[in-house]
């Protein structure tokens, strides 16, 4: 079965510095990517997302890529703030959609 | 719409006792999920359905779990009989074809003394 690694575990930034957060998969037919934010105690919440036809995705101050070839991708924020400390899953799937393997969680903060 | 609606949000129970979590999905969702996390092992997915119809459930950890779906509009997950190690937080998603991101509720957090 699919099998989602992700690193760091753990990242501190300063404010406005960028953070970056990698994501490996096992399963070569996956092809939905997904990552979301958990702020404690609240639910995860999708902030962005990537198919396998695409190479890369913005959205304001997030950004994701995607290495089909070495089954990689990452997620970028870019001038990060305080409220962007959260834990951040990574997730994929195969189907676009179905069964979903999430990896094992990002803890960013961002010290003012 | 309210989005994923969970039941309830925390529940205490005693070790033997049976456990009932409740979902209502986001009306029109075809894909309803159940994860549960812990910190050790993250978010795993239980069991998710398709149409009502349980379509993989191999993530459901042993006998004593069980999910239904009798509507489009409403699941259980049940343990019967709980024990400690089933304390988490339980996690209900719901997704729509052809968008397939889930949605995920509130969470029930479960401690079972």
């Known amino acids: 079965g699919e099998n989602v690694e992700q690193h760091p575990s753990t990242l501190s930034v300063q404010e406005g510095d960028s953070a970056v957060i990698k994501c490996t998969y096992s399963?070569?037919?996956?092809?939905?990517f997904p990552w979301y934010k958990q702020e404690l105690g609240k639910r995860p919440q999708l902030i962005i997302d990537i198919r396998s036809n695409v190479g890369e995705k913005k959205d304001q101050r997030i950004a994701v890529t995607l290495n089909k070839t070495a089954k990689h991708f990452s997620l970028h924020i870019t001038e990060t703030q305080p409220e962007d400390s959260a834990v951040y899953f990574c997730?994929?799937?195969?189907?676009?959609?179905?069964?979903?393997?999430f990896g094992p969680g990002t803890r960013l903060s961002v010290l003012p | 719409d309210a989005g994923v609606i969970q039941s309830p949000r925390h529940e205490v129970t005693e070790m033997g006792q049976e456990v009932t979590l409740r979902c209502k999905p986001i009306?029109?969702?075809?894909?309803l999920f159940w994860y549960r996390q812990t910190m050790m092992r993250g978010l795993e997915l239980l069991i998710y359905f398709n149409n009502n119809v349980p379509i993989d459930d191999s993530g459901m950890p042993e006998d004593r779990f069980s999910a239904k779906m009798p509507n489009a509009s409403f699941s259980t997950l049940k343990i019967q009989p709980s024990e400690p190690r089933d304390s988490a937080v339980y996690f209900c998603?719901?997704?729509?074809?052809?968008?397939?991101?889930?949605?995920f509720g509130s969470g029930t957090r479960l401690t079972v003394v």
């Open positions: 399963d070569s037919a996956s092809n939905y």
């Open positions: 009306s029109g969702h075809d894909y």
């Open positions: 998603a719901s997704s729509s074809s052809p968008f397939p991101q889930p949605l």
């Open positions: 997730a994929a799937s195969k189907n676009y959609g179905q069964n979903f393997v």
